[in-house]
T-cell receptor, first 115, second 114 residues
Framework: NAGVTQTPKFQVLKTGQSMTLQCAQD?????MSWYRQDPGMGLRLIHY???????DQGEVPNGYNVSRSTTEDFPLRLLSAAPSQTSVYFC??????????????FGPGTRLTVT | DQQVKQNSPSLSVQEGRISILNCDYT??????FLWYKKYPAEGPTFLIS?????DKNEDGRFTVFLNKSAKHLSLHIVPSQPGDSAVYFC?????????????FGPGTSLSVIP
């Protein structure tokens, strides 16, 4: 099992550019999520999904889009990058029983810099 | 307004001693709590969890205590080892509403000194 994989590891964007951060998991987990980590702020939830075709907003969704066409993949799209989106992004997945999500497995992260 | 607080940004402990990491929360609806550990340049990894129906959960050297009336939980590591040096995140969620958002604290950086 590769677990949760994320690409790219590093990315530099100019203000206004768009891009997609990729996330995939091979554990057949229903629940997937995207977080950003900023100094002193912990991990803040951007968007999450409870299964293919179902997504919802987290704490800080503005400027980001997601879709979930398969169980395995959960890409995060930055529509028009801004310096405030400079952060480390983590994707996570977890199994669930009777719709209760359990502990999450995190990917290695993508370090994004917007200039 | 932070719903999950970790008021100590950093903590240093001698190897072999006990490490105590604290976490406070404001939302009394949280019913499931987790601790994650994070090394630099890696994703967080799950450490231990506790349901609100319990006040203690133990896993090897790691014990989590929950005081619901004080809205406080703590993670005890005994004995502390240099490999425990990492950032520890406390997290909380409302599982009874199913798939509700998991809220993380800002983290505490633990240094275990050999």
């Amino acid at each position: 099992n590769a677990g949760v994989t994320q690409t790219p590891k590093f990315q530099v964007l100019k203000t206004g550019q768009s891009m997609t951060l990729q996330c995939a998991q091979d554990m057949n987990h229903e629940y997937m999520s995207w977080y950003r980590q900023d100094p002193g702020m912990g991990l803040r939830l951007i968007h999450y999904s409870v299964g293919a075709g179902i997504t919802d907003q987290g704490e800080v969704p503005n400027g980001y889009n997601v879709s979930r066409s398969t169980t395995e993949d959960f890409p995060l799209r930055l529509l028009s990058a801004a310096p405030s989106q400079t952060s480390v992004y983590f994707c996570a997945s977890s199994y669930s029983i009777r719709r209760y999500a359990y502990e999450q497995y995190f990917g290695p992260g993508t370090r994004l810099t917007v200039t | 307004d932070q719903q999950v607080k970790q008021n100590s940004p950093s903590l240093s402990v001698q190897e072999g001693r006990i490490s105590i990491l604290n976490c406070d929360y404001t939302n009394s609806m949280f019913d499931y709590f987790l601790w994650y550990k994070k090394y630099p340049a890696e994703g967080p990894t799950f450490l231990i969890s506790i349901s609100s129906i319990k006040d203690k959960n133990e896993d090897g050297r790691f014990t989590v205590f929950l005081n619901k009336s004080a809205k406080h939980l703590s993670l005890h590591i005994v004995p502390s080892q240099p490999g425990d040096s990492a950032v520890y995140f406390c997290a909380a969620q409302r599982r009874e509403t199913s798939y509700d958002k998991v809220i993380f604290g800002p983290g505490t950086s633990l240094s275990v000194i050999p």
